[in-house]
């Protein structure tokens, strides 16, 4: 009579071990997938945020110099203090701030030359903050506008 050798398979360590493994594995790749998409998430809220304020900023440009400020602020303008903007499905807050700055090179007022026309150009500043978006830095452009006359029209 023959007898079959009945150790042939795995045994139950051996078992254990490789769905351990596989595990390990499977938990990269999952957690790699995972980061992979949060980035591309992040870039586009970014990218999307970064043509938002361009938008901004040459809407700003391309009002009348004496109109530029804050709705019930000072300057005086028809620039809300803040607003929510729904672009390419995502919602933003856009908020602005406006301030006359008075340029050393022509002299300050009650300096030496005086300038009593001080409000020589306008400081506006664009900030844009995701409020639905996690881990999002807020946006912040800065420029500065000038009359066409420069102190004639102030």
Same mark, same amino acid.
């Given at each position: 009579?023959?007898?079959?050798?009945?150790?042939?398979?795995?045994?139950?360590?051996?078992?254990?071990? @490789?769905?351990?493994?596989?595990?390990?594995?499977?938990?990269?790749?999952?957690?790699?997938?995972?980061?992979?998409?949060?980035?591309?998430?992040?870039?586009?809220?970014?990218?999307?945020?970064?043509?938002?304020?361009? &938008? /901004?900023?040459?809407?700003?440009?391309?009002?009348?110099?004496? &109109?530029?400020?804050?709705?019930?602020?000072?300057?005086?303008?028809?620039?809300? @203090?803040?607003?929510?903007?729904?672009?390419?499905?995502?919602?933003?807050?856009?908020?602005?701030?406006?301030?006359?700055?008075?340029?050393?090179?022509?002299?300050?007022?009650?300096?030496?030359?005086?300038?009593? @026309?001080?409000?020589?150009?306008?400081?506006?500043?664009? /900030?844009?903050?995701?409020?639905?978006?996690?881990?999002?830095?807020?946006?912040?452009?800065?420029?500065?506008? @000038?009359?066409?006359?420069?102190?004639?029209?102030?």
């Amino acid at each position: 009579m023959k007898t079959i050798n009945s150790r042939s398979g795995f045994s139950l360590i051996e078992i254990i071990i @490789a769905i351990a493994i596989f595990a390990m594995i499977s938990g990269f790749v999952y957690g790699s997938y995972s980061n992979i998409l949060d980035v591309i998430g992040r870039t586009r809220t970014h990218t999307l945020a970064t043509s938002l304020i361009n &938008k /901004q900023v040459e809407m700003v440009r391309n009002i009348p110099y004496d &109109k530029i400020g804050i709705f019930g602020g000072y300057p005086v303008g028809v620039l809300p @203090a803040s607003t929510t903007v729904f672009y390419e499905g995502q919602q933003f807050v856009v908020s602005y701030f406006v301030r006359n700055s008075d340029d050393p090179f022509d002299g300050t007022e009650g300096g030496t030359p005086n300038d009593t @026309a001080n409000a020589d150009y306008k400081l506006v500043d664009l /900030q844009v903050t995701c409020p639905t978006c996690f881990r999002f830095v807020p946006f912040v452009f800065t420029t500065f506008l @000038a009359p066409q006359n420069l102190d004639s029209s102030t």
